[in-house]
């Protein structure tokens, strides 16, 4: 079986070192299904990567051309509208699409096609999507039968996000703080309102290094989550794969278990406030916490998990 992914990146970008979740979440993928060797896996991008998996071929985005009609097409994060009309001639291939391309969100960009010029010239696609309210939404939305469209999750790379060997005590903020989505100005308003707690606040400056933060992010006693909204929640899980616990919102589709992961709780300063004062003024509660979120990685995103939930996606398309 071949399987051919295409994405916009991988882990982080050679030249530009960008990263994002969905090139974080498939180089998570790869790692876990890198050792079957019942199938071959081709990975087609658009930026170029340093990233090097034994047993994955990765190649330039232009120089994706299956051989046969029966080669899997998997289209995983966002192309542009050239890119798109150049896979469309390969679309009576088996083809699987997202689950970082199709939310229901319809972008206007004259570089970026819509979702439903996405499912007008993919009918007959199988479609991930992260959960079951994205599901039936898209279901409702775009006409697809709800056979179609199947639910799949692929967390950060695990040997990457180990716990440490000892945490510290700083509380955590990270994300593109130029996104309105990330909601900087709230983390900035948290930390004036508790000085008496270390904050590190990563990408307030600017754009930081993926692969460079791993080491300190994972060291972090408390991480915090201001978005306004998230599909998925990429640094959540990240976080929680070294064992470090957190504070966040509903609006985070992927929030964890309250009292469990770390504390879920409304989105105004007053509420992050004493959620965090909770937490880092109770040492057993915290432990409590960060043994609560390795589980949920464990149970949630093992390497052997999503491996077999994309094997068995793989074998439904056939």
């Known amino acids: ?35 079957i060797d019942s199938i071959k896996v081709r990975v087609f991008l658009a930026l170029e990567t340093e990233e090097k998996i034994p047993g994955i071929e990765i190649c330039k985005l232009d120089d994706f051309f299956p051989k046969s009609s029966n080669e899997i097409i998997h289209w995983w994060s966002g192309l542009t509208r050239p890119h798109l009309f150049r896979v469309t001639k390969f ?8 689950p970082n391309l199709i ?25 991930l999507t992260l959960n079951n309210q994205l599901k039936f939404s898209l279901s409702r939305s775009y006409g697809l039968s709800l056979e179609q469209i199947q639910i799949f999750k692929s967390g950060p790379d695990l040997s990457a ?7 510290e005590r700083f509380i955590l903020w990270k994300g593109a703080g130029n996104q309105y989505v990330k909601d900087l100005p709230f983390a900035q308003e948290v930390r004036n309102r508790l000085p008496e707690y270390r904050f590190v606040l990563m990408g307030e400056d600017g754009r930081f290094s993926y692969s460079e933060h791993i080491d300190t992010a994972k060291r ?25 616990p957190s504070v966040t919102n509903p609006k985070v589709m992927l929030h964890g278990i309250n009292y469990d992961t770390g504390i879920v709780t409304n989105k105004d300063l007053a509420s992050y406030c004493t959620a965090i004062n909770e937490i880092m003024q109770n040492d057993q509660l915290r432990e409590h916490l960060s043994c609560g979120a390795k589980k949920y990685i464990l149970e949630n995103f093992s390497n052997d998990k999503i491996c077999q939930n994309y094997l068995d996606i793989l074998k439904n398309v056939c």
Not at 114 to 127: D, G, M, R
């Open 1 to 35: 079986m071949i399987v051919n992914i295409l994405a916009f990146n991988l882990g982080e970008a050679k030249k530009t070192r960008f990263s994002n979740g969905p090139g974080n979440s498939l180089l998570g993928l790869l790692r876990s299904i890198s050792h």
């Open 91 to 98: 679309a009576n291939n088996p083809c699987i699409i997202g």
């Open 103 to 127: 939310d229901g969100t319809q972008i206007d960009s004259a570089h970026l096609p819509t979702e439903e010029s996405v499912v007008k010239l993919f009918p007959n696609a199988t479609y």
């Open 161 to 167: 996000w180990k716990p440490p060997d000892k945490y």
């Open 220 to 244: 972090a006693w408390l991480y915090f989550s201001t978005s306004i909204s998230e599909t998925m929640g990429m640094t959540l899980l990240e976080q929680w794969s070294a064992g470090v």
